[in-house]
C-alpha cells in the first residue's frame, strides 16, 4: 500500500507504558525520596553484617552506656550489647519477614480475589464469606494466638502475618476482576477457546496489576509494623534479633536507657515510611486517571 | 419495612459468623500441642499416662472431635467460655471485668479521632494548597508508619519521665481517696496519653478520607447550587456538603473495628492499661489456652456487633443505603 520510496513524516518513537511510569515516578520528589532511603536501607540490610561483624548476642561493654560513649555509637542495651550491631543485624530479619509475610498476602488475596470476581456465583458469595470471616477477626489477636499455640518460629510468624492480612488484597482483585472481565478484549480471548486458568492469570491478570502492585507494596510496611507488634509483645524468636523484639526486651528500662527503644522504633518508622512514599509514588504513576488530584 | 429486613438478613449472618468463629476458636485449640489435661497435670507438678488419661475422660477430652465441638458450642451459649487455671477463674468473669476499662479507652480514642479527623479534613479541604493541608498530609504518612507501641512509649518518656504531666501507667491511683468525681478525674488522667496512641492511629485515616471526600463533594453540582442560592460559605460546607461527606467515615470507622482491638492489645501493654488487651498479653505469656481463646471470641463478637450497629447507623444517616442489602 505504502511506497517506502516516499518519506514517512518522523513519528515520535512509542514509549512503553513502564518507562512512562517511571517517568511519572522520577518526577514525584517524595517518591524518589523514598525509594533512596528504601535503597540504602535494603543495602544496609545485606552488606551492614559483613561490615559490621559484632555479634548483636554479644555482651561487649557495661549495660546502659549511652550512644557516642565508648566508642559504641548507638550505646549498649540493659544487657550490654552493642546497640549498634543489634539494629544492622536486626535489619535482615525485619526486611525478610516483612517482604515473605506480604508474599504470602498477595498470594493468597490474589488467588481469591481472582477466583471470586472470575467464576462469579456461588463461587464468589463462598469466598466473599470466607474474606468477611477473616475480616472480622482482630488481626492481632488472631496472629497472637497462632503464634502463642503453635510456636514462635520465623515461618509461623510470616503465616500469621500472612494469614490475617489478605483480605484487602482480595477485595481489590476482585473488584478489579469483576470490572476487567466484562472488556471486549476478554471476551474476544474467550471466544479464541482461551481456558479458564489462561483468560485469568495472562489475559486478566496483567491488566489489574497495578492497583494490586500499589497494595502489595504497602502490605510490606504493614507486614514490618505487624512483625515489630508480634515482637514486641514476646512473640518471636528468640535466637533472632528484629527491631521490635528490641524495642520489647528493652522496654522495662525506658527509664534507665530511653534510646534502645526509640532507636529501633525510629528505624521501624522511617523503613515504612519510605515504602509508603514509594506505594503513593507507584499509585500516582501507575494510576494515569488520578493524576489530575 | 425495607430497612427491618435488611437489619435481619444482617444479624443472621452475624450469627453464622459468630459460630464460624467458635468452629476456628476450637479447632485451633484442638490442633495445638498440648492440651487441658497437659496444663492441669503441670500445675500438679507432673503426672503419669494414667492419672492424664483420668483427666482427659473427667473432661471428656476423649470424645470424638464432633461431640466435643458440640458440647463447647452448648457451653458458650450459656456463655461460659471455661476456666482459666492460670487465673484459677472463669474466663467469663475474667473478661467481663477487664471489658469495660477497654471500651472506655476505645470508644474515648476511636470518637477524638473522628471528630478531630473530621474537622482537620474539612478545613483542609477547604484550603487544599494551605499549611494545614500539607499537615495534614504528613500526619496522616505518620499515622500509617509508625509503630503504635512506640508513639506510645514517645508520649510516655515526654509526658510521663521527662514532664511530669500524666501518670505511668495503670487507669487509677489505688492510694487516692474521694468521691465520684476525684475518681472520675483521676481515670481521666491516667487515659489521656494511652487515648492519644491509640487515636494518633485512626485520625490519620479519617483526616485523610474526609478531606478527599469533602474535596470531592464541594465540587459537585448541587453544592454550587447551594452557593448560587446566596447561601453563606459556611451553611454550604457543614450543612449541605458535611452531611454526604460523612458516610464514607462512618464506612471506615465500622471497617475500623478489628484494628482498633489490635490496636488496643498493644497501647494497652505498654500503657499497662487494664484491660482486655493486658488480659490476652499476660495469659499469651502464662500460655493459658482458654483465657486466650476467649477473649479472641469475645473480640470477635465486639467487632461483629460494632459492625451491625454502624451498617444500622449508615442506613440511618444516607438514605441511599436504606434499601441496599
Known amino acids: 500500500m505504502s511506497d517506502p520510496s516516499i518519506p514517512l513524516p518522523p513519528v515520535e518513537k ?11 515516578f522520577r518526577r514525584n520528589h517524595s517518591a524518589m525520596a523514598g525509594l533512596v532511603i528504601l535503597t540504602f536501607i535494603v543495602l544496609g540490610a545485606i552488606f551492614g553484617p ?15 552506656s549511652p550512644p557516642g560513649e565508648e566508642g559504641y555509637l548507638l550505646g549498649t542495651d540493659y544487657l550490654g550489647r ?18 515473605s509475610a506480604a508474599i504470602v498476602t498477595i498470594v493468597i488475596g490474589v488467588t481469591i480475589g481472582a477466583l471470586a470476581g472470575f467464576y462469579r456465583g456461588w463461587v464468589e458469595e463462598v469466598l466473599m464469606r470466607i474474606t468477611e470471616f477473616f475480616q472480622v477477626l482482630p488481626t492481632l489477636l488472631f496472629s497472637m494466638v497462632i503464634v502463642a499455640l503453635f510456636g514462635a518460629t520465623l515461618p509461623m510468624i510470616t503465616f500469621a502475618i500472612g494469614i490475617v492480612s489478605w483480605t484487602a488484597v482480595a477485595r481489590i482483585t476482585r473488584a478489579e476482576f469483576l470490572r476487567i472481565r466484562e472488556l471486549e478484549y ?7 477457546g482461551a481456558p479458564s486458568g489462561k483468560l485469568m492469570f495472562k489475559v486478566i491478570l496483567p491488566n489489574a496489576a497495578p492497583p494490586i502492585i500499589v497494595q502489595s507494596a504497602l502490605m510490606v510496611g504493614s507486614a514490618i509494623l505487624f512483625e515489630a507488634g508480634l515482637s514486641f509483645l514476646g512473640l518471636t524468636d528468640p535466637n533472632i534479633v528484629s527491631w521490635g523484639q528490641i524495642i520489647g526486651s528493652n522496654r522495662q528500662y525506658i527509664l534507665e536507657s530511653g534510646y534502645t527503644v526509640t532507636i529501633p522504633g525510629l528505624a521501624i518508622f522511617v523503613t515504612v515510611l519510605a515504602i509508603s512514599l514509594v506505594g503513593d509514588g507507584l499509585n500516582d504513576a501507575l494510576n494515569p486517571k488520578l493524576r489530575q488530584r | 419495612m425495607d430497612i427491618l429486613r435488611v437489619t435481619a438478613t444482617r444479624i443472621f449472618y452475624a450469627i453464622l459468623l459468630l459460630l464460624a468463629v467458635l468452629i476456628l476458636n476450637f479447632t485451633m485449640m484442638h490442633l495445638a500441642p498440648g492440651d487441658v489435661a497437659d496444663t492441669i497435670a503441670q500445675s500438679m507438678g507432673g503426672a503419669d499416662e494414667e492419672v492424664l488419661a483420668r483427666i482427659r475422660a473427667d473432661y471428656g477430652l476423649d470424645q470424638p472431635f464432633l461431640v466435643q465441638l458440640g458440647t463447647y458450642m452448648g457451653k458458650i451459649l450459656r456463655f461460659d467460655l471455661g476456666y482459666s487455671f492460670y487465673y484459677s477463674r472463669p474466663v467469663t468473669d475474667l473478661i467481663l471485668q477487664r471489658l469495660p476499662a477497654t471500651l472506655l479507652l476505645v470508644f474515648t480514642a476511636q470518637i477524638l479521632a473522628m471528630i478531630v479527623g473530621v474537622v482537620l479534613g474539612v478545613i483542609s479541604a477547604r484550603r487544599p494548597n494551605g499549611i494545614l493541608s500539607h499537615f495534614v498530609t504528613f500526619f496522616a504518612l505518620f499515622g500509617y508508619s509508625a509503630p503504635v507501641f512506640w508513639t506510645g512509649i514517645l508520649l510516655l518518656i515526654a509526658f510521663s519521665l521527662k514532664i511530669q504531666w500524666f501518670p505511668v501507667a495503670g487507669m487509677r491511683d489505688v492510694t487516692l481517696t474521694g468521691g465520684f468525681w476525684v475518681q472520675a478525674v483521676d481515670i481521666a488522667r491516667h487515659m489521656v496519653l494511652p487515648t492519644l496512641t491509640l487515636a494518633s492511629i485512626f485520625l490519620a485515616l479519617y483526616s485523610r478520607l474526609s478531606r478527599a471526600t469533602m474535596m470531592e463533594v464541594l465540587g459537585s453540582d448541587y453544592v454550587r447550587t447551594a452557593k448560587a442560592k446566596g447561601l453563606s460559605t459556611r451553611e454550604v460546607v457543614y450543612k449541605h456538603a458535611l452531611k454526604n461527606a460523612l458516610s464514607p467515615v462512618i464506612t471506615l470507622a465500622g471497617l475500623q473495628f478489628s484494628a482498633v482491638v489490635s490496636g488496643a492489645v498493644l497501647v494497652e501493654t505498654v500503657f499497662a492499661w487494664p484491660g482486655l488487651g493486658t488480659l490476652a498479653f499476660q495469659s499469651i505469656l502464662a500460655r493459658d489456652t482458654p483465657t ?6 469475645f473480640s470477635a463478637l465486639m467487632v461483629i456487633v460494632g459492625n451491625l450497629l454502624t451498617d444500622f447507623v449508615l442506613r440511618l444517616v444516607d438514605p441511599r443505603m436504606r434499601g441496599r442489602a
Do not use: K, N
Open chain 1, 14 to 24: 512509542a514509549r512503553s507504558p513502564l518507562s512512562e511510569a517511571w517517568e511519572m
Open chain 1, 82 to 99: 552493642d546497640l549498634m550491631a543489634q539494629i544492622i543485624h536486626g535489619a535482615r530479619v525485619t526486611l525478610i519477614i516483612g517482604l
Open chain 1, 50 to 64: 559483613m561490615l559490621y561483624p559484632t555479634d548483636p548476642f554479644d555482651m561487649v561493654w557495661a549495660p546502659f
Open chain 2, 292 to 297: 486466650i481463646l476467649g477473649i479472641l471470641f
Open chain 1, 186 to 192: 476478554v471476551t474476544a480471548s474467550r471466544a479464541a
